[in-house]
């Protein structure tokens, strides 16, 4: 297996994670130089991550969540999950709806 993989210099994140351990947690993902020293001309990401209870158990969660910072990214974590969850019922529903208009042929 001829496997090639080589990460982009240009374009790293350190990871950091913050939790109220009760209903999820949000990822910072910083802009790093190939040093490590952070890269102030590129802006950090916020991952907004929970877990739902659904029938079929826990449903993970996760979501990009637009904010300039990490107060600004837990303020807006409800409504960026909540809009994730809308967005993933529509594709259930889409996806069962389809499955419901497929015409089944007897013998295939």
Do not use: H, W
């Not at 960026?80 to 069962?96: C, F, N, T």
């Amino acid at each position: 297996m001829d496997v090639n993989l080589k990460l982009n210099a240009n374009d790293l994140y350190r990871e950091e994670s913050f939790t109220d351990m009760k209903v999820g947690a949000i990822r910072v993902l910083t802009p790093v130089k190939v040093d490590g020293s952070t890269d102030d001309g590129r802006q950090p990401i916020f991952i907004g991550q929970t877990q739902l209870m659904s029938p079929n158990g826990p449903l993970p969660v996760s979501c990009i969540v637009e904010a300039a910072s990490l107060k600004d990214a837990a303020e807006k974590f409800p409504d960026a999950v909540a809009q994730e969850v809308d967005r993933i019922v529509k594709l259930a529903q889409q996806a069962q709806q389809q499955e419901e208009s497929r015409i089944v042929m007897p013998g295939r």
